[in-house]
């Protein structure tokens, strides 16, 4: 019993003994564990230049004409010969209608012409034997004119009853089917000429419209036709913005004729204006934080103190940013270390290159 006794008296003093230390231990601060009395940083130089920045935006390939080709007149259609994809030489027949009703047409102006040249005629001889006026001389030529007038007409829409390619092309859509009732005006067939250059549907943002001009020189690239990049040129620029998207729709007109060129396909485009811009350039891994075109980056200043300094992003170039404003007066920054500095840290060593 009083070895018991003992045992249990030496514990409790040994357990008050550790609770007296615990309580002398520093309570923990967030940070101060992995606060660094010194920090390691690398500076390099701001460099500057004046240049044209390029713009890279993606585009779509279309022809120089894409026309919705369809019949002046209404009615059946009797044959149809279009096939989609296809290439078809000038005056190709794409379309045809039923020409019944164009025919009976004909003939009743024909028949219409034949009895206003008799009743001419006879007015002719009246008027001659002073029986009939020349209100009813005049009339009946009249009357002549207008009925070889309709006549025109009838066998023009007759002649236009025949779909046929304007130029060389080729057919990206049909609309309409044999026997299909086709309506005055209505588009049969897209039709896409292929004697003009091809060319690259683009939109761009209202900040980069004061930027370009036309004329300006632009290379392009499809992943339809890999491992070779194209020429062309900015020949139009939109004078307002889509309703919908708000940009501005731009036209590049490509120098290259490819074989395998096809209406719809996906461009990435590289355009550089003419306009030079002075900018500053940094490199990437300088970069702590980004939000848009804003960024924040380390700035070294005369007295070797670093100061957090807000920069506006205008390009990545690989491994360079290309800076348009907020290091004015700035020579360097901060390319190694910059995500891990903190301002409170008590001694920021700079390694220079």
């Known amino acids: 019993m009083v070895k018991l006794q003992a045992f249990l008296i030496q514990a409790f003093l040994i357990t008050g003994a550790m609770l007296v230390f615990c309580n002398r231990t520093p309570a923990y601060k967030p940070g101060a564990a992995h606060r660094a009395d010194t920090m390691h940083v690398k500076v390099g130089p701001v460099l500057r230049d004046t240049i044209a ?13 894409e026309l919705k080709l369809g019949f002046k007149t209404g009615g059946i259609i009797r044959e149809i010969d279009a096939v989609e994809g296809t290439n078809v030489a000038a005056g190709t027949r794409i379309a045809l209608l039923d020409t019944i009703e164009f025919t009976a047409r004909r003939d009743k102006a024909q028949t219409a012409l034949e009895k206003a040249s008799r009743d001419l005629a006879r007015a002719e001889r009246l008027y001659s034997d002073s029986v009939a006026t020349l209100e009813q001389l005049q009339n009946a030529r009249s009357a002549r004119r207008a009925a070889r007038a309709d006549l025109d007409i009838a066998s023009f829409n007759i002649s236009q009853a025949i779909l046929v390619a304007p130029v060389r092309g080729k057919i990206l859509k049909r609309l309409a ?15 896409a000429s292929t004697d003009g250059n091809w060319i690259i549907k683009a939109s761009i943002p209202d900040r980069d419209l004061p930027l370009i001009a036309i004329g ?33 729709e731009i036209d590049l007109a490509l120098e ?7 209406p719809g396909l996906i461009a990435a485009v590289r355009l550089y204006p003419q306009q030079q811009r002075k900018m500053a350039f940094i490199p990437a891994s300088s970069l702590v934080d980004a939000n848009g075109e804003c960024g924040r980056v380390f700035a070294l200043a ?18 360079l940013l290309a800076i348009s404003g907020g290091l004015d007066g700035i020579d ?22």
């Open 332 to 353: 360097s920054v901060v390319t190694s270390g910059a995500a891990y500095i903190d301002l409170d840290t008590r001694n920021v060593k700079i390694d220079r290159n």
């Open 177 to 191: 089917e044999k026997s299909e009732v086709a309506g005055s005006g209505m588009p049969v067939v897209i039709f």
């Open 256 to 262: 290259s004729r490819h074989r395998t060129f096809r």
């Open 302 to 319: 005369a007295n070797d103190s670093i100061a957090a300094v807000t920069v506006t992003i205008a390009r990545l170039f690989g491994n």
């Open 53 to 65: 920045l390029p713009l890279f935006f993606p585009g779509k390939l279309a022809a120089a004409a």
């Open 216 to 248: 300006d020189r632009a290379t392009a690239a499809f992943d339809a036709i890999p491992q070779k990049e194209f020429s062309a040129t900015l020949v139009r620029i939109a004078g307002a913005a889509h309703p919908v998207t708000g940009t501005f």
